[in-house]
């Protein structure tokens, strides 16, 4: 979370408090007075049954992570959360709600607990609310058939051409159980459906994650001078290293060139651009007329040419780690994440309002639970109608 937001967090709650020094007094008169969204957020603060209603929305998430962090930032003991809020607990209240807020999340990625997320789990859909996706996803075979990954138990799904094909744990591993050079080489492809996630061992040991409306078309055994493979959608790779055989990833015109690394692919053909964010090791991004390679920390954005830039490489896989994470993010993207991750449909999405968002939201959280999060903002309200969300933006 942003320094800047935590500061506004904790001038407010010290002005309800009432432990604002002079100087920071004139500093809250300056940010009450530079927009008038801010005197609307101070009166809903100031409003005791909407500052119990929002406290009991945030005790349906991971509370106990959420009030380390915030103790952490404020360099005091971290009480318990109890509802209703007493006055010893008010700056406390207060900075939480303002964390929500101001940066439309519970906390920042940066104090988030490696392996936690904002919800503990999913709750049972009730009323106009959907579920967040799983794990599922279908192989097709090189005859042609189609394998329904979801419901199957762990064991064999088929063994060929010295190649055992295996669902393990919730993933679906290629072994070579036959050595030899006359081994037959034949292509499947797995695919997720919107909703849908799923991660593949490849034969040479390579792991590939894939998020939801994605798909990975691939041989079932490396020969030849290359690795090659073809993806769809968005996949994160952790590619076995063999310098004698490159790995190779063909997304639509982008190509993308490793000995052995760790990166994240997207390349949904809605997202305008192909990004490819490098996590270790090495990767040459091309496509077809020009080239470049990245290094840890860099992201390729791949159109007309290829233009490297610094990012979060936490934000590009947060998908793959279980969450959502959007830093200062258009409303639009992240309608595209949700209506993926869902499958849900959005009215009007030509005419979702320009805002943006900071956040980070576990991807095991219910649809609602997500846009109330979003709607702390107090600029927007949202409605789930079956499988659609509607947008109003409040005036």
């Excluded at 999340?105 to 392996?115: E, L, M, Q, W």
């Excluded at 794990?135 to 064999?156: P, Q, R």
């Amino acid at each position: 979370m942003e320094d800047g937001a935590f500061r506004k967090a904790e001038l407010i709650s010290k002005y309800l408090s009432g432990d604002l020094s002079p100087g920071e007094q004139e500093e809250f008169r300056q940010w009450l007075d530079a927009d008038a969204a801010n005197g609307k957020l101070l009166a809903e603060l100031e409003n005791e049954e909407q500052l119990d209603r929002d406290l009991r929305f945030l005790s349906d998430v991971n509370s106990k992570a959420a009030w380390e962090n915030v103790g952490a930032r404020i360099n005091n003991p971290v009480p318990e959360p109890r509802l209703p809020v007493y006055l010893g607990y008010w700056k406390y209240a207060a900075a939480v709600l303002i964390f929500g807020l101001l940066s439309y999340a519970v906390f920042d990625a940066a104090y988030k607990p490696k392996g936690s997320v904002v919800v503990t789990e999913a709750k049972q859909a009730v009323g106009n609310d959907v579920l967040p996706g799983g794990d599922k996803a279908t192989l097709t075979l090189a005859d042609g058939s189609i394998v329904s990954l979801e419901d199957m138990e762990n064991g064999t799904v088929r063994e060929e051409n010295g190649i055992r094909v295996s669902k393990k744990d919730g993933q679906i591993v290629y072994e070579l159980v036959k050595q030899g050079n006359n081994t037959a080489v034949t292509y499947n492809t797995i695919t997720t459906p919107v909703g849908g996630q799923y991660s593949i061992v490849l034969p040479d040991g390579s792991r590939v994650w894939l998020n939801s409306a994605s798909s990975l078309h691939f041989p079932t055994a490396f020969t030849g001078q290359n690795r090659d493979v073809e993806l769809t959608g968005e996949g994160y790779f952790e590619v076995a290293k063999n310098e004698k055989m490159p790995f190779m990833v063909q997304a639509g015109k982008t190509n993308v060139s490793v000995l052995g690394t760790h990166f994240n692919l997207m390349a949904y053909a809605n997202e305008g651009v192909t990004k490819t964010t490098l996590l270790e090791g090495s990767v040459k991004v091309g496509n077809g007329s020009s080239s470049r390679t990245i290094v840890p920390g860099e992201q390729a954005l791949t159109g007309e040419n290829v233009q490297v830039r610094t990012v979060d490489t936490e934000e590009a896989v947060a998908w793959k780690n279980g969450y959502f994470q959007f830093e200062n993010e258009d409303l639009r993207t992240i309608m595209r994440q949700l209506k993926r991750w869902y499958n849900v449909d959005v009215d009007n999405e030509q005419q979702i309002p320009d805002k943006h968002f900071t956040a980070v939201i576990s991807r095991n959280t219910n649809l609602a639970q997500v846009l109330r999060m979003l709607e702390m903002s107090g600029e927007l309200e949202f409605k789930i109608e079956g499988n659609r969300i509607t947008i109003q933006e409040n005036k």
